[in-house]
């Protein structure tokens, strides 16, 4: 376990006790590599458990629970009896709304097998759908809620509840980052709750950042990254005066890591203000490129310039990229809006794909796609009186599809099988506690060693659970 | 054939001794038996389980091993997995049916396998693996002995070498142990250092100009004693320690973590225990109340009310509402009030005894359902009317006379204010109609343009009023006043033990456990009667003086906030595989002394800071050092970062912003556009959003503000996010402190922050005409102590070069320095 303890992190008094120039100096002195930059590597790499397939995450969370029903997880037995009521196999625990008639409800739209594996993908993804054979899709997944809050903070942190690190966070832990000038754990249009970016008792600095797409020139994509009403001067006298006064509070008390701590992180936010406008500036780009992702001022274009930074970033050396993509939760009108959905990421995920392969980088990125819980089968009417062709789905915790694509996965594999109705799994089980295994598993991490202690007790991204999947993995 | 020949090979090495000599006469095995075991049994039990329970697999799941008899009839965490003679009670087929676990994990065996064990433990499970597990060594054969469950002792004040420095009882027993090592305390700190530190550690605000003169000039052998009873008297110190209280509580002003539900009455619990660390209500009480204030005797209708309002504390976490499975719902919410209670009270983890005993310490699973026993009789949520929510219980508290008079006056203005508005709306919507029909009559002939397009406007301006007017009425009626009322909870109609739930599957139940408290610190069994929870007896048993846990566990959580680590540092654990305490005497005599006082938390508080311990100051000593690197015998102070309430509160009061608060809603519910869904046929509950705020809001105390579970902290609390402020369904006995890069952006661009400075700087410019004034007063303000020379030319070279800005950017690069942000 040695090679995940703590590192020491503060150990920059003696470079600032050398540095003769102002804060703003050592700051830039940073940027530039020099010895500053060797003694600031605040997230050392650390060595994995065993050799590692994928170095990096890319997180495409589809928030809402997208409905696997129409998208990768078609029933005859549902498109037969579609508007009929059936019998469902359902748990009889739980309390229901909307969804009492058990009325099947087909695919919205045509889903075809795909590629050589002839995975089952719809048509209302295209593009995704011309990657079939680079994905592994599980079709055996099942959670433990059927409610958006906890479901989600399982999915990003193994709990329903309380407050514990998020994978991203764990990630960060275990393996450390590869870029010091940039946080190692970045989500792009972070999640609402901010549990599911945080990094709980480890170390602040595993926590997600949170960046959002610019919104205009001025805008900055981290927060409070600029001061965009102060000159450059008046910035930089204001950090002088306040790097002088802490070295020199630093001087009467000789030693405190504290303070060192705090100089340092003063010294990594000037990095990230030099680094991050270089990083979202997506103008280096081709025109091919950005088509690709579907950056045309349509309906795709924030997410895909948010996919396009995630490449950028992890790219760059970002351990763990989120990328969060909502409108996924119809409980109503899923006929219609299913496919605005599927149009606003079907290009920049498809792009993405296809960008990272032929830049080499899918081998070691593992890029993992998923919602919170899936739909179900049978449509949900709220109202009670509306024709089927306006129904939704109701959320369904007790299976639902994920996919994962390069990073030591089984490409063009379909993994899992559900009921005749797509309502439990039958084989290929999957359980999100199995998912976070097997992501570790893929980034050299032994899920059942990455054990920091807190509060007198081990803790794991899987609790006492999680297997590692191997029948997928490459 | 293959298994027949396996029998054969298996029957000729073991057979015959495993048949005479472990089993009993009813327990000897035909061969038909064992037939039926070798072909149908142990064939699949090899294939699909002993990977993970037996002994060969790499880590065993569930502590359950299936390779032996004897550890198959016993089981693992979740019981017996086989009993004799009785399939459907036994956990094996349970689990093979996929009824309570799912075994194999990887998909269900052929329903043909799941009858063939059926009838095998029909048949009385015969099986000839003898063998015995060799015992786990990784578990304590008693933990019993453990220090934190000894008696509390009062241990003798100790001798000391130099007999001039010990100011209190505290400072003996810190200096003998230094002495020991052959250290020596550090010199004292100056007083502007002390009075600061003093400030913060009691208010959570810096010292005004005025307090730093006056101490410094009070030549008084008793100035420490005056300056710390007047911060002890003053309201701000309770509402310091009710915001570290809350750190224990997971409070925020919403329920549970979906759609943003109002907490409307949480700020009831806040205020009571800002008030309760005010009066110094005995800690004692203070516990029993927020277990079991419900059930308590008061002495007057206030105090009854109080009591009630106290029970928040099991309410206030982040109870999950919306599990469509109530039953589950129920037992994660007992869960949660189990180990919350035994967490900040007793500091232990008992959660993990809900699955099995727990792994170091000596806590029984049915220790931990013995406790649950006591929730399990308590009510602390309802179904809705909507969707699959449920809410917590709202109790209404009992009002005195006087408070009845109020509130039936508030009721008629309220009724009054209702009448006038629907009183204006419909003479609106008569004038409306009335524009419309004059509209409609002048028709659409072009010389009335002006005429029609000036009725028109009326028409619209009305048609807006009237909206506005829907609105601000459905809101009125939903906020009428009514009895008030606060979360709580109460006792169920049946109060009853708890059965084990196996892995917390509220339908896979277990052995029921008679309620009672952990056997490792108490032989005591309650006394119930039918119609009591417990509840009243179990916080009891926690405040007793003879708990060995609950004292020290609460002397060591306010030594930490003063000293800043823990005599235990692990504050919130006192486990076997917690830290040993750093003055195991010091901590006991502190215990032995609080409760002999009536568990006063404001006397304990007062003798630590008079103490010399708290007087020293916080600078580098070589040797010390070089002994004790984390100084953990105290041979000086710790400096600490301040908190993100602090940080804000300070911000507050050196730039002559803050606004003296006395409690109340810290949601601005009254504001219609915060609220929503309170129409009550929507399916999802009522829920807030936070977008206009009360005027003063902005510059009221942090612990006043609005606390969100699911978001980014809103508004003018925003500094919380960036500072390590307790995620409200997280639990902190001791906060994080992080350094990290957005702190400093924050510090350095962020808009409040920027904002302060500007006040600061108006103030100083107010308050002083000249510069080498100004420069006094912003060092006095800020840090607290007068300005250096050196630094009095330092800063008047940045003035001259900053220019028109210069005072707002030197405040503004002084409340982004590492001094302003320590307390040293």
Not at chain 1, 158 to 171: C, F, K, N, Q, V
Not at chain 1, 448 to 474: C, K, M, Q, S
Not at chain 2, 199 to 207: R, V
Not at chain 2, 236 to 245: D, I, P, S, T, V
Request: with cysteine; charged share 25%; glycine share 8%.
């Amino acid at each position: 376990m040695s090679v995940m303890n703590q590192l020491p992190i503060f150990s920059r008094r003696e470079a600032l006790k050398a540095a003769a120039c102002g804060f703003g100096g050592v700051a830039l002195q940073g940027l530039t590599g020099s010895t500053a930059r060797a003694a600031t590597k605040t997230l050392a790499v650390h060595v994995p458990h065993h050799a590692a397939k994928a170095k990096r995450v890319i997180f495409l969370f589809m928030a809402g629970g997208p409905s696997q029903a129409d998208l990768f997880d078609p029933k005859p037995f549902i498109t037969k009896h579609h508007g009929q009521t059936i019998a469902a196999p359902v748990d009889d625990h739980q309390l229901r709304v909307g969804v009492e008639k058990f009325l099947a409800m087909g695919p919205v739209a045509p889903v075809r097998p795909r590629g050589e594996s002839g995975m089952m993908i719809s048509d209302l993804m295209p593009n995704i759908a011309s990657v079939a054979d680079d994905l592994c899709l599980l079709r055996g997944m099942y959670t433990d809620n059927k409610a958006h809050a906890p479901a989600t903070l399982q999915l990003h942190t193994g709990t329903l509840a309380e407050s514990l690190p998020s994978m991203g966070s764990w990630i960060s832990y275990g393996l450390g980052t590869e870029n010091d000038n940039l946080p190692s754990f970045i989500t792009i249009h972070p999640p609402e709750d901010v549990r599911n970016y945080g990094s709980s008792f480890l170390r602040a600095r595993h926590q997600g950042t949170p960046l959002n797409v610019p919104a205009s020139e001025k805008a900055s994509a981290i927060k409070y990254l600029q001061d965009p009403d102060t000159s450059a001067i008046d910035q930089r006298r204001r950090l002088d005066f306040v790097q002088h006064m802490n070295r020199k509070l630093l001087d009467r008390v000789e030693t405190d890591a504290q303070m060192e701590g705090i100089i340092e992180s003063f010294e990594l936010a000037f990095r990230m203000q030099a680094e991050t406008p270089r990083l979202v500036d997506l103008s280096g780009e081709s025109q091919e490129t950005l088509r690709l992702y579907g950056i045309d001022g349509k309906q795709a274009d924030r997410n895909g310039r948010a996919c396009l930074l995630a490449r950028r970033m992890s790219e760059a050396g970002v351990r763990f990229v989120q990328v969060t993509m909502g409108g996924w939760d119809h409980h109503g009108n899923i006929r219609g809006a299913l496919r605005g959905s599927c149009a606003g990421v079907d290009k920049p995920i498809g792009g993405l794909i296809k960008d990272l392969k032929r830049r080499g980088l899918l081998d070691e990125t593992l890029v993992l796609w998923s919602g919170e819980f899936g739909r179900s089968p049978w449509s949900q009417d709220l109202s009670g009186t509306s024709p089927i062709s306006t129904h939704g789905r109701e959320h369904q915790q007790e299976s639902f599809c994920t996919w994962m694509a390069g990073g030591g996965v089984k490409p063009g594999l379909t993994y899992g099988n559900t009921d005749d109705f797509g309502y439990r799994p039958i084989d290929g089980k999957v359980h999100l506690h199995d998912l976070h295994a097997t992501m570790l598993h893929l980034l050299g991490l032994d899920h059942e060693r990455l054990t920091p202690r807190h509060a007198g007790r081990d803790f794991r991204l899987t609790d006492i659970y999680g297997d590692v999947v191997r029948e997928i993995l490459a | 054939m293959k298994s027949a020949i396996t029998i054969a090979i298996w029957l000729l090495l073991f057979g015959a001794s495993v048949r005479n000599s472990t089993l009993t006469a009813e327990e000897q095995l035909s061969d038909q038996q064992l037939t039926f075991f070798e072909e149908r049994i142990r064939p699949v039990l090899v294939e699909h389980c002993y990977a993970c329970h037996s002994e060969r697999a790499k880590k065993l799941k569930g502590e359950l091993r299936l390779d032996l008899r004897d550890t198959s009839r016993k089981g693992g965490e979740s019981g017996a997995a086989i009993i004799p003679g009785k399939p459907d009670a036994s956990l094996l087929i349970q689990a093979m049916r996929y009824e309570s676990l799912e075994m194999p994990p990887k998909g269900k065996l052929p329903d043909r396998v799941v009858a063939d064990f059926v009838k095998w433990i029909e048949m009385g499970a015969p099986d000839p693996r003898d063998g015995k597990a060799a015992p786990q060594s990784s578990r304590p054969k008693d933990g019993r002995d453990h220090w934190a469950f000894q008696p509390i002792q009062d241990p003798a004040r100790p001798s000391v070498n130099n007999a001039g420095w010990p100011l209190s009882d505290i400072d003996y027993f810190v200096l003998h142990r230094l002495e020991q090592e052959g250290l020596k305390p550090v010199d004292d700190a100056d007083r502007y250092t002390w009075l600061r530190r003093v400030s913060f550690d009691l208010t959570g605000l810096p010292p005004t100009v005025d307090e730093i003169e006056q101490f410094v000039e009070n030549t008084s052998p008793h100035a420490h004693e005056a300056a710390v009873d007047r911060l002890i008297a003053s309201r701000a110190f309770g509402e310091r320690w009710a915001r570290l209280w809350l750190d224990l509580v997971g409070y925020a002003d919403q329920i549970g973590t979906s759609n943003n539900l109002f907490a409307e009455h949480g700020w009831k619990y806040r205020d009571y225990v800002i008030d309760a660390f005010n009066d110094d209500k005995p800690f004692d009480r203070f516990i029993r109340e927020q277990i079991a204030g419900d059930l308590l005797d008061c002495a007057s209708v206030e105090a009854r009310a109080e009591s009630i309002t106290a029970t928040g504390f099991l309410v206030l976490g982040d109870l999950e509402v919306v599990e469509a499975d109530k039953e589950k719902m129920r037992v994660d919410i007992i869960d949660q009030q189990v180990v919350k209670t035994t967490r900040a009270f007793l500091g232990l983890t008992v959660g993990c005894a809900r699955c099995h005993d727990h792994k170091f310490d000596p806590i029984p699973q049915r220790d931990y359902y013995a406790i649950a026993g006591f929730f399990h009789s308590t009510e602390s949520t309802y179904k809705t009317e909507r969707g699959v929510w449920s809410d917590v219980i709202a109790r209404q508290l009992p009002e005195t006379e006087a408070g009845q008079g109020l509130r039936a006056e508030r009721s008629r203005q309220h009724a009054e204010k209702i009448a006038a508005m629907k009183l204006e709306r419909t003479e609106a919507s008569k004038r409306k109609g009335d524009l419309d029909k004059q509209i409609q009559e002048i028709g659409k002939a072009s010389e009335a343009e002006a005429a029609r397009a000036e009725l028109a406007k009326e028409r619209d301006q009305l048609a807006g009023r009237i909206g506005q007017l829907n609105r601000e009425i459905v809101h009125a009626e939903f906020f009428a006043p009514t009895v008030p009322e606060t979360y709580g909870v109460q006792d169920v109609k049946k109060p009853a033990n708890m059965r084990i739930t196996i892995r917390g599957n509220p339908r896979a139940l277990g052995d029921e456990v008679p309620r009672g408290f952990l056997t490792v610190a108490s032989d005591i069994t309650p006394s119930l009667s039918p119609s009591e929870s417990g509840r009243k007896q179990f916080a009891d048993w926690v405040a007793s003086p003879k708990n060995p846990l609950t004292a020290r566990v609460v002397v060591n959580r306010i030594w930490q906030k003063l000293f800043g680590e823990g005599l235990v540092r692990s504050v919130d654990y006192f486990g076997l595989r917690g830290e040993q305490p750093s003055h195991p005497e010091l901590l006991d005599q502190l215990a032995t002394k609080f409760v002999q006082d009536g568990w006063s938390q404001k006397s304990l508080v007062r003798s630590l800071v008079v103490s010399h311990a708290y007087r020293m100051n916080s600078s580098h000593n070589q040797q010390a050092h070089a002994a004790d690197p984390n100084n953990q015998l105290l041979w000086r102070a710790n400096r600490r970062r301040l908190d993100a309430e602090a940080i804000r509160d300070a911000l507050l009061a050196v730039s002559g912003q803050l606004h003296r608060s006395a409690g109340g809603p810290a949601l601005p519910l009254e504001f219609p556009e915060n609220v929503a869904n309170i129409d009550p046929t929507n399916v999802n509950p009522p829920s807030f959003s936070l977008g206009r705020w009360r005027p003063q809001q902005p510059f009221v105390r942090t612990i006043y503000l609005p606390v969100i579970r699911s978001r980014p902290q809103p508004g003018p609390a925003e500094l919380r996010n960036v500072f390590d402020f307790t995620q409200p369904a997280g639990f902190a006995g001791k906060r994080a402190v992080t350094a990290v890069p957005t702190q400093a952006l924050f510090l350095m661009n962020s808009p409040v922050v920027k904002e302060h400075a500007k006040a600061l700087s108006e103030r100083l410019l107010g308050e002083a005409s000249e510069p080498v004034e100004r420069l006094e007063l912003l060092w006095l303000c800020v840090l607290n102590r007068p300005i250096a020379d050196d630094e009095r030319t330092n800063a008047r070279s940045f003035l001259d070069e900053a220019g028109e800005n210069g005072w707002t950017e030197l405040c503004h690069g002084l409340i982004a320095s590492n001094e302003f942000l320590m307390r040293l």
